[in-house]
């Protein structure tokens, strides 16, 4: 047990989170202000990086090996198949993209803006679904305003939000697994240890976590193992794959979208890829690139030789001269919520929620490698977030505070001024911009 809790804290802690849960006006300010900030970075930053990044040609996939050009061609051109064609992965994403985006452009907005203030929407979404989750959870309104802030500021929430990719959308739907799971363990401990959950909230996030990427339905499934029956259970999460497959019919029908299991030969090339480094490189990238960006490194892309982003490769901390810093103060708040992950006695299904899904996502990109770990961070960060939140339950508060607030500056300077380098980078003043000349350093 921890040094820190006795029994009679930890009881305290229960009713103190139990506190928290009650919203109050503080709670919707705040969480209006993050939106409006979330929203505006997403937006400043695609403006920031220019339409270059949704060239395929002289850029390819320049952006972490993401499919960011392919979709928006598909967007900007009916007649492009590119976006429709990962479908058999991403089961819905043609109406999720395609939908929201017909729709602006109903309005006489331009296709270039339309999807820019698409990813805002989503980004904005993202960032108070992280807050609320926070406080369900039983953070403290400065706490989850803080942690809330990190999740945005992180590597994966600077790089990820403002630009055209799944991945914001399948952390959106990552969170609010996270965040029923919290919800159902509130009430149950609030109101009455035989309340059950309307099945039907069940099956819509199920059907959420499956919808977006494939990959993410099992942590939509762990999240309702843990709040339903093992029947229902399995009930709800039949009846989300029902739906969505009868959706991917109908989007097949309309876009000619892959369908899914449909899983074409390339995709076995990312398991095991030797271009994913050693299980070091894929560990580091999965804890520490998540949050603070390392040195990025611009190399030939394997199949067109033109030039990539990469950071599979970059040693943690390199990215500027309070990187390792903003490393060490990153670990220490994982160390302490670890701890708190086996020495709470409260929030038993949601330690089990995080600690099974981080164990699984980093089983999965261990064995479907890919190219670029990075490119999946989006996925991992609400995970983190909610990891280290835990510390935030113990009574060393003001520890916990002060070592957000100062991962929060370093981070955030040492992510920005890596932004700022693949900015420019596409304005031809990235150092090493010629990916034959690094590729032979």
């Known amino acids: 047990m921890s040094p820190w809790i006795s029994a009679k804290e930890s009881l305290r802690q229960v009713r103190l989170s139990h506190k928290v849960g009650s919203f109050n006006y503080f709670d919707v300010l705040a969480g209006l202000v993050l939106m409006g900030l979330a929203g505006s970075a997403a937006y400043l930053g695609a403006r920031l990086i220019g339409p270059q990044v949704l060239e395929l040609h002289p850029y390819g996939d320049t952006w972490f090996d993401s499919d960011l050009a392919v979709y928006h061609g598909t ?65 403290r309104l400065p706490e989850a305003i803080l942690l809330a802030l990190l999740g945005s500021m992180s590597a994966a929430g600077m790089f990820w939000l403002p630009v055209l990719e799944t991945y914001p959308l399948g952390s959106l739907g990552l969170i609010w697994a996270l965040g029923w799971v919290a919800f159902v363990e509130y009430r149950l401990q609030t109101h009455s240890q035989t309340w059950c959950p309307d099945w039907g909230w069940g099956v819509a996030l199920s059907f959420v976590t499956l919808s977006i990427t494939a990959t993410n339905w099992f942590v939509g499934c762990v999240a309702i193992g843990l709040t339903y029956s093992r029947k229902r259970a399995v009930q709800i999460s039949s009846l989300a794959a029902i739906a969505v497959l009868f959706l991917a019919v109908v989007q097949h029908a309309i876009f000619g979208s892959a369908l899914p299991l449909r899983v074409p030969h390339k995709e076995l090339t990312y398991i095991a890829s030797s271009e994913a480094g050693s299980p070091l490189n894929i560990l580091a990238a999965f804890v520490c690139h998540t949050m603070v960006m390392p040195a990025i490194r611009i190399i030939a892309h394997p199949r067109t030789g033109l030039p990539l982003m990469s950071v599979q490769l970059s040693a943690p901390g390199t990215g500027s001269v309070v990187g390792s810093l903003a490393v060490g103060l990153w670990l220490a708040l994982i160390g302490l919520g670890l701890w708190q992950l086996f020495a709470l006695k409260s929030h038993f299904r949601l330690r089990l929620m995080l600690g099974i899904s981080l164990l699984s996502l980093l089983g999965l990109h261990m064995v479907y490698t890919g190219r670029e770990t990075f490119l999946y961070s989006l996925h991992f960060l609400p995970f983190w977030i909610g990891l280290v939140a835990l510390g935030s339950l113990t009574i060393k508060r003001s520890l916990f505070i002060g070592l957000v607030l100062a991962l929060l500056i370093s981070a955030g300077f040492n992510n920005a001024v890596q932004f700022n380098q693949a900015i420019a980078f596409f304005h031809g003043a990235y150092p090493g911009a010629h990916p034959t000349e690094q590729s032979a350093h």
């Open 75 to 139: 967007l900007v051109d009916p007649q492009n198949p590119g976006l429709h064609e990962r479908t058999y992965k991403h089961p819905l994403l043609s109406f999720a993209f395609c939908l929201p985006v017909d729709l602006l452009r109903a309005f006489h907005i331009e296709a270039l803006l339309a999807v820019r203030l698409m990813m805002a929407g989503v980004a904005a979404l993202w960032q108070v679904s992280l807050f609320l989750f926070l406080r369900l959870m039983g953070c």
